[in-house]
T-cell receptor, first 112, second 117 residues
Framework: EAAVTQSPRSKVAVTGGKVTLSCHQT?????MYWYRQDTGHGLRLIHY???????EKGDIPDGYKASRPSQENFSLILELASLSQTAVYFC???????????FGPGTRLTVL | GNSVTQMQGQVTLSEEEFLFINCTYS??????LFWYVQYPGEGPQLLLK?????NKGSSRGFEATYDKGTTSFHLQKASVQESDSAVYYC????????????????FGKGTKFSLIP
């Protein structure tokens, strides 16, 4: 059974619209992360969280917000979607005692 | 800052040939080095971890080694199969993100491996 799930798996949004991507983990991990993947760039960190009700900025946070309402759930919010935010988004979780991050299957977002 | 350079964007081999993927990195301190693999339609998953203490790691027929002198680490497999077709990422880790002690991962751009049809 998948321990990190994401929804939706695919979404088409309009420029200027609001988009919310959701992540749920059953690993009982404290840390959760949001990355985006673009061709030729690998994965880049957008936001992360180490405890519920708290989020931190990663390397490329501009244009994104994050929300961690519980240990299990972590959302990525695009208030005003733009064309440049077309990408595949991955969520990950991590146990505080280990370095390995466990990734979800990704959400493909297309902004038109 | 930390950086990882993965020059090979794509590698294509025949079945049972030898696979070698190389990365170089730049950092201060003593990093942990990872290889993650991503199969089509899935998220990345950990393949191997190499610490600067042991210089080597192995899993599923893959071997990873690290050379502190040249700040490079590479992934190899003696005999590739169709099931190895995937994107391989070298990843630099082990650093704290500001304020939390959270682990920062820095990904290379990935090497897509496929078999010659």
């Amino acid at each position: 059974e998948a321990a990190v799930t994401q929804s939706p798996r695919s979404k088409v949004a309009v420029t200027g619209g609001k988009v919310t991507l959701s992540c749920h983990q059953t690993n009982n991990h404290d840390y959760m992360y949001w990355y985006r993947q673009d061709t030729g760039h690998g994965l880049r960190l957008i936001h992360y969280s180490y405890v519920a009700d708290s989020t931190e900025k990663g390397d490329i946070p501009d244009g994104y917000k994050a929300s961690r309402p519980s240990q299990e759930n972590f959302s990525l919010i695009l208030e005003l979607a733009s064309l440049s935010q077309t990408a595949v988004y991955f969520c990950a979780s991590r146990d505080s005692n280990y370095a390995e991050q466990f990734f979800g299957p990704g959400t493909r977002l297309t902004v038109l | 800052g930390n950086s990882v350079t993965q020059m090979q964007g794509q590698v294509t081999l025949s079945e049972e040939e030898f696979l070698f993927i190389n990365c170089t990195y730049s950092t201060t301190g003593y990093p942990t080095l990872f290889w993650y693999v991503q199969y089509p339609g899935e998220g990345p998953q950990l393949l191997l971890k190499v610490t600067t203490a042991n210089n080597k790691g192995s899993s599923r027929g893959f071997e990873a080694t690290y050379d502190k002198g040249t700040t490079s680490f590479h992934l190899q497999k003696a005999s590739v199969q169709e099931s190895d077709s995937a994107v391989y990422y070298c990843v630099l880790g082990g650093f704290d993100l500001p304020g939390t002690g959270s682990n920062r991962l820095t990904f290379g751009k990935g090497t897509k491996f496929s078999l010659i049809p």
